[in-house]
Nanobody
Framework: QVQLVESGGGSVQAGGSLRLSCAAT????????MAWFRQAPGKEREGVAS?????????YYGGSVQGRFAISLDDAENTVYLQMNSLTTDDTAMYYC??????????????????WGQGTQVTVSS
């Protein structure tokens, strides 16, 4: 079992930045693959960024955030971060952290993750 707690959400104006944190506890092998997803009202859950830490460090990003968002991992703190820059109103959503024993492909498909946090809201105003 893996427990995930997100923080760092809030309200920001377009063009601003936020950094989300996801603190992970529990089975260390259950955190080999970690990711951020988001879901806006009336839309499907979207993979934002993933990071694979087994045998190296691999990162993948969804097309809409490529070049603006960065995922990172602090092993010592068991925390995954999502640095979000140049935010737009389209980035407004509930952001969720997810974890899995292994990554599959780009690891941006929600069905690949058995463990989820409760989410943190990000609101970007124009």
């Amino acid at each position: 079992q893996v427990q995930l707690v997100e923080s760092g959400g809030g309200s920001v104006q377009a063009g601003g930045s936020l950094r989300l944190s996801c603190a992970a506890t529990g089975d260390p092998y259950g955190k080999n693959c970690m990711a951020w997803f988001r879901q806006a009202p009336g839309k499907e859950r979207e993979g934002v960024a993933s990071i694979y830490t087994g045998g190296g460090m691999y990162r993948y990003y969804g097309g809409s955030v490529q070049g603006r968002f960065a995922i990172s991992l602090d092993d010592a703190e068991n925390t995954v971060y999502l640095q979000m820059n140049s935010l737009t109103t389209d980035d407004t959503a509930m952001y969720y952290c997810a974890a899995a024993y292994r990554c599959v492909g780009s690891a941006l498909a929600a069905e690949g993750y058995p463990y989820w946090g409760q989410g943190t809201q990000v609101t970007v105003s124009s």
